[in-house]
């Protein structure tokens, strides 16, 4: 037996013929070119139309990212206006409580100010009466 060798470029352009197909009475649209021209205008055809399609999928993909962008960036500025409307109302809330701590400081100072009058007050009275109780004891 006798071992042939087809070579793998051979093989390609055997199946690039019958994929053409190799018949003269076949009408191109340039009646110069032979099938193989028509094979590759058909190729670069191809190439053409699947380049313009990636180029627009990538201009929708570039034109979604930018609205989506667009909306974070609507969103962000959202967000920071509420915080800083909360913090804004926390500092008041704050400033609030700040002066009811020191009205309510002043009040209970007062208190025990009036407290304190009241208690020596009622000191010096139980000690008088303590006083006058000793003179009666000691007069008897």
């Known amino acids: 037996m006798k071992t042939t060798t087809i070579s ?11 994929a053409t197909g190799c018949h003269k009475a076949e009408t191109t649209t340039n009646k110069d070119m032979g099938p193989a021209q028509t094979a590759g205008k058909a190729v670069d055809d191809t190439g053409a139309k699947v380049a313009a399609e990636s180029r627009e999928a990538a201009a929708d993909a570039n034109a979604a990212a930018n609205r989506a962008g667009a909306k ?13 409307a909360a913090a ?7 400033r609030e409580a700040g002066a009811e701590v020191r009205q309510g400081s002043h009040e209970a100072a007062h208190n025990v100010k009036e407290g304190s009058k009241d208690a020596t007050a009622a000191t010096g009275r139980a000690l008088e009466r303590t006083g006058e109780k000793m003179q009666n004891a000691a007069s008897k």
């Not at 974070?72 to 206006?81: F, L, N, V, Y």
């Open 8 to 18: 793998l470029s051979s093989i390609l352009f055997a199946v690039a013929v019958l």
């Open 72 to 84: 974070i960036d609507a969103a962000t500025d959202r967000a920071g206006a509420k915080i800083d």
């Open 88 to 94: 804004d109302r926390t500092a008041a809330n704050m």
